[in-house]
Structures are given as C-alpha cells and as structure tokens.
T-cell receptor
C-alpha cells in the first residue's frame, strides 16, 4: 500500500526534552510538509521540503528542526526551545510542479503531550 | 491580514438532508481553493478543489461553489450520511516562484449528522 506513515501515534515527553517525530512516505513525492494542529484550530505550517537536503521554514518554525536526508523521510524534532509543544502533528507529502493543485496526502498524525 | 475562515464552528444535519458548509477568504491572489475532511484522530483527507477561475465544481455527492465577488466558498454535500460526520476545512493555495504550494487552512467546521 502506498501512503504516509507517522510514528508513534501518541508520544509523551517531559518538559525540556527534545523529541523526534517520524514521517515516511512511499508515494515517491518530492515535497514533504510538517503541520501543527491545536484543538479547534486549523493546520499551521512548521517546515517544508521540496527536495532532498533542502528545507524551508514555514509560519511557526521556531523551536523545531527538520532534516531531509532521504526522499522518503522527513523527521521533525521538537526542541526544548518550543514553548508550547503539546499538539497534534501532521506530516504531508505532494508532487511538485504542474499547473494544477498537487494534492497533499496526510499521515495519521502524532499526538505529542509534554508533561 | 490574509486568512481563510469559516462562518460556523458546528453544523448539525439530519441524515439524508443536504449539508452546506461555508468559508470566507480574504486573499484575492489564491490560485486554488481546497476542501479537506478530517475525522477524529486522523489526518485530513482531500475532498475536492476548485481553481480560482471557476465558480462551480462537482464531485461525487459534493459540489464546491466559489463566489469571487464576495470572497466566499461553500461545500455542499448531498444526502448527508453518518460517515460524513467530521471536521471540514477549507484552504487556499498560492504558488511561489519556486513552485512551492503555500496552503493556508481555515479553522474548520464540525459537521454532525443526526441519524
């Protein structure tokens, strides 16, 4: 089956600890994205990557870091500098280029709770 | 500022009736408008999109209407079913010169289908 996987589904961490969220896709998509979703709100873009070894900050990148060493993988690290890390984190991927909207396919999400 | 938002946070509809979910946007430069469906605890799923030079697009049981004069977007679901219960997000898309898709999500409307 083609798709996007995120692990783990639920994650608990103590305040002050860094934590890395996994995102893998086998859709052969060039672009990958990380979003954060807070209760009752829409998605906000954290980071995105259009190509291996390159990534760009989104709207709320402070306190987060990413890497894109492989096309299939785009892990997100939530650092201790993120002031309010408890949230639902969603990873997505899409094709690039073309004249139309390239649908973003979302993973199932990781719910991070910082205690 | 630029925003994509929804008029109503919750919509209750009797099973079999038609549902209409509304969305207002502020940025006239959007290339596409997209509707996503998000079930509880899951990532969003693409429903339908509409290019900014269109005013109507139909899918299976869904129709999206775009009124650029009043910057209003709506999603119509025909013969609403219990499986349609979810949060629905409208989003708009703008592409930058590098081909990156900047998608901005609204806050969502929760659709509750009453059996």
């Amino acid at each position: 089956d083609g798709g996007i996987t995120q692990s783990p589904k639920y994650l608990f961490r103590k305040e002050g600890q860094n934590v890395t969220l996994s995102c893998e896709q086998n859709l052969n998509h060039d672009a990958m994205y990380w979003y954060r979703q807070d209760p009752g709100q829409g998605l906000r873009l954290i980071y995105y990557s259009q190509i291996v070894n390159d990534f760009q900050k989104g709207d709320i990148a402070e306190g987060y870091s990413v890497s894109r060493e492989k096309k299939e993988s785009f892990p997100l690290t939530v650092t201790s500098a993120q002031k309010n890390p408890t949230a639902f984190y969603l990873c997505a991927s899409s094709r690039l280029a073309g004249g139309r909207y390239n649908e973003q396919f979302f993973g199932p999400g990781t719910r991070l709770t910082v205690l | 500022g630029e925003s994509v938002g929804l008029h109503l946070p919750t919509l209750s509809v009797q099973e079999g009736d038609n549902s209409i979910i509304n969305c207002a946007y502020s940025n006239s430069a959007s290339d596409y408008f997209i509707w996503y469906k998000q079930e509880s605890g899951k990532g969003p799923q693409f429903i339908i999109d509409i290019r900014s030079n269109m005013d109507k697009r139909q899918g299976q049981r869904v129709t999206v209407l775009l009124n650029k004069t009043v910057k209003h977007l709506s999603l119509q679901i025909a013969a609403t079913q219990p499986g349609d219960s979810a949060v629905y997000f409208c989003a708009d898309l703008r592409k930058n010169s590098g081909g990156y898709q900047k998608v901005t999500f609204g806050t969502g409307t929760k659709l509750q289908v009453i059996p």
